[in-house]
């Protein structure tokens, strides 16, 4: 497993990690092993502690010594190497000294003079991003310095992709914003390089994989696209929406979003597939460094027994494993744990049934969570607590069926009850699920709990809520597999989210959450992309509440073109509880998405609740797709 911590729930992002992780820095750091290889032995002056991520990442540094200043940090092992005391460095016997940081020539300055004449002192800021790249010069491990993230990207066999997103820096006072972006292929190889300015508004932005192989007379790929945010303000972290869709005879259509731009040591979410369904995860290598054959490994869920993939894969590198070639036998709706070992960012997974294929994401399964007993004894102020709201689609199309998820490596028990409720709000049905093991496989079908009449035409929704009256634990990191089947055809979609506390005047540890600042977050802002085509695109929106609001929500619908100028906005209402299926299409005339174009979108703004929405793309020959929605 890699030696780094990517990111705390309270502190943010390590963005010595990201300095490190960016494609350009890897290259820099290869040509900084080259050099060092020359210059042997080599030293490693560790000032800030970060020796361990540093040598994990790049072990070709070649470092064989370690020297620190914190006293209390002598005799302690980092990143495989005992540290020594700095003022022994002179008389170490190496030739050439690494100092492990970045904006580091003060530090540089100062060991040279302590340092016999001829011994080389060099830096992190060898490997540097070209200052074009950077949002802040002034101080290079500025967040914003490394608003990034990747992409699943292909376009090969009559798939496609579409990455949608929008300025929203622009928000925050960003007048600048351009992205560089480069494109693997499967083997790791970087296929194109290009920057792209943003609209200087909060316009749309799109990144469609047909576009981008005309342009560069690329061939077939399937890969990954690196984007990279530059001159933004108030977000460190690119935020998309992706659809993968079919041209010509291939029927498919699905969504999900962005990847999450921290790795983590496991991902849980992975559902079995069902006798007439191959599921491959897509392993797509995050770093500038082999993955190691071995380090990645799929487990039944509670089984730990984990199967190790015997090969390696090369930086930047995609290789599809499917989940039968080493757990042969699972089947749907047992789950499967990914033990990644930081090697990649949130990774894809592609369920194949009956020609038609399906893109989602499977989720970060905690390291840092424990069982909270606060929980249990919530006061009646935060009412029923975290809840996982999710749409039960209109059944007289659509078959719902949830899969609940362990979700942290500590979590043993799932206490659980349904909330089933009607798209005005009234609770239809109280469903409890038992208190179950960590390597259950209980998937639960809508079409069992409800007669045929109830919510046939618009649908309505469901919380997940945690319910002890079996005992049990929880964390809060509650979540859920989600899939929607077509029953006239064979389309399927597929999600997967986490809880939390809906609009409650009281918190609890972070929640409600807010998109900016401190909680509880009261507000809604969520961006919904529109179709292309013949596919229109759609939201389902659901008023959660963990306990007593407003009885009915203040919505406003703002249709926005691709340069970011408001075209028009409409209002709708949702009731406490309740949902609301909602096609852009059917709000706005034709002429007005026509004008917004396919860079325009509609941003969802509430200021007297939180929604929480799921999106996708329907058209009239049953495709559709769905995942949950982003907010800024």
């Not at 006072?173 to 508004?201: C, H, K, N, Y």
């Amino acid at each position: 497993m890699l030696d780094i911590q990517t990111f705390d729930a309270l502190k943010g992002g390590n963005v010595f990690y990201k300095a490190l992780a960016h494609p350009l820095a890897a290259e820099a750091m290869g040509r900084l092993a080259a050099r060092l290889a020359e210059a042997g032995p080599v030293a490693l002056f560790d000032p800030e502690a970060v020796a361990g991520p540093l040598l994990t990442m790049y072990p070709a540094l070649g470092i064989e010594s370690l020297f620190v200043q914190d006293v209390q940090a002598v005799g302690r092992e980092r990143g495989g190497l005992v540290a020594r005391p700095v003022t022994e460095l002179a008389g170490s016997g190496a030739r050439t000294v690494l100092v492990a940081g970045f904006d580091a020539r003060r530090v540089v300055g100062l060991l040279r003079s302590q340092l016999p004449e001829g011994m080389a002192v060099l830096s992190l800021d060898e490997a540097r991003l070209p200052e074009t790249h950077l949002t802040n010069t002034r101080r290079y491990l500025d967040p914003l310095n490394f608003a990034m993230n990747f992409a699943f990207f292909r376009d090969q066999d009559g798939l496609s992709t579409r990455l949608v997103t929008a300025n929203y820096w622009a928000g925050y006072g960003a007048t600048a914003v351009r992205f560089w972006l480069r494109l693997f292929d499967g083997a790791g190889g970087a296929i194109a390089d290009w920057e792209e300015p943003a609209p200087a508004g909060a316009g749309g932005i799109v990144f469609n994989s047909r576009d981008i192989r005309a342009r560069f007379g690329l061939g077939p790929f399937t890969g990954q696209l690196f984007v990279h945010a530059i001159g933004v303000a108030g977000h460190d972290i690119v935020k998309y929406a992706l659809d993968t869709v079919g041209g010509g005879n291939e029927a498919s259509l699905s969504c999900t979003h962005d990847a999450n731009a921290w790795p983590s040591s496991r991902y849980a979410g992975l559902p079995a597939p069902r006798a007439d369904e191959r599921v491959v995860l897509w392993v797509q290598n995050s770093h500038g460094s082999t993955i190691p054959a071995g380090a990645i490994a799929l487990d039944r869920m509670g089984a730990e027994q984990p199967v190790a993939l015997a090969e390696p894969i090369g930086p930047f590198a995609s290789r599809a494993v499917d989940v039968a070639e080493l757990l042969p036998g699972l089947r749907w709706p047992e789950q499967v744990e990914v033990r990644a070992g930081r090697h990649v960012v949130r990774p894809r997974y592609e369920v194949t049934r009956l020609g038609r294929t399906r893109i989602a994401h499977v989720n970060v399964e905690r390291a840092d969570l424990v069982p909270d007993p606060g929980i249990r004894t919530l006061p009646p102020q935060l009412g029923r607590g975290f809840l996982l709201p999710f749409p039960i689609l209109p059944r007289a199309t659509y078959r719902s069926i949830v899969l609940p998820t362990p979700m942290a490596e500590s979590e043993r028990t799932l206490p659980l009850r349904l909330d089933i409720f009607d798209a005005e709000g009234n609770l239809l049905r109280e469903h409890f699920l038992g208190c179950l093991p960590r390597d259950h496989a209980v998937a639960v079908d809508f079409d069992d709990l409800l007669d045929s009449a109830a919510l046939s035409d618009i649908g309505g929704h469901a919380d997940l809520v945690y319910d002890f009256r079996e005992g049990g634990e929880a964390d809060g990191w509650l979540h859920a597999l989600v899939r929607y089947e077509r029953r006239d055809c064979d389309h399927v979609a597929e999600t997967s989210f986490g809880a939390h506390i809906f609009n409650t005047l009281m918190t609890y540890k972070g929640e409600p959450q807010s998109y900016s600042g401190p909680p509880p977050g009261l507000t809604t802002r969520l961006f919904l992309k529109l179709g292309e085509g013949d596919r229109h695109s759609y939201t389902h929106l659901i008023y959660p509440a963990s306990g007593p609001w407003h009885a009915r929500s203040d919505t406003r619908l703002v249709l926005h073109d691709g340069a970011g100028a408001v075209l028009a906005e409409e209002g709708i209402t949702i009731a406490r509880s309740g949902s609301a299926l909602v096609r852009p299409d059917l709000v706005f005339t034709r002429a007005l998405i026509e004008t917004a174009g396919p860079a325009g979108y509609v941003l969802i703004r509430d200021r007297t609740c939180r929604l929480f929405g799921y999106h996708g793309l329907v058209d009239d020959r049953g495709a559709f797709s769905l995942d949950h929605m982003f907010g800024f």
